[in-house]
Structure formats: C-alpha cells, structure tokens
C-alpha cells in the first residue's frame, strides 16, 4: 500500500515547489516528507541525511498555510 497526500495538498505541493502544471499523482511519501522539510529549512544534500523533527514542524507550518492560502482562492 502506498501512502500520498490527498488530492487537496498533494498536488498543489508539488507544483509550487516545481513550479510546473499539476502531476497526474500526488507524490510518493518519501519525496513528501523531503518537500515539506524543505519548507522548513532542510536542503537535502548528499551527506545531510533525513530531515529532523524541526524542520518536518516548520516546514508542515508553511504547507497548512499555503494550503489554506489555495483554499480561500478557490473559495473566491
């Protein structure tokens, strides 16, 4: 079983840090959990390892913002 964001975050996740057109599918949870850390401050080098609980909480902070920033867009 292979867990993603739903619909809702997942992809507008995605296209603001690629900055391209939506994906067909939201991303894997691994490239998730990179995503969101990168919010926080994390940048993913090579000898870096995986992101810590700092910036997993900063970064999930940014996304429930941007995330509600979406929401009031489609509401207008």
Wanted: net charge positive.
């Amino acid at each position: 079983m292979k867990w993603r964001l739903n619909e809702e975050n997942g992809k507008p996740l995605a296209c603001l840090l690629a900055r391209k057109p939506l994906p067909s599918e939201s991303p894997k949870l691994n490239e998730t959990i990179r995503l969101i850390a990168s919010f926080g401050g994390f940048l993913g080098r090579k000898s870096d390892g995986g992101p810590g609980a700092k910036s997993l909480w900063q970064g999930l902070q940014r996304v429930m913002d941007f995330a509600m920033g979406i929401r009031a867009v489609r509401e207008i």
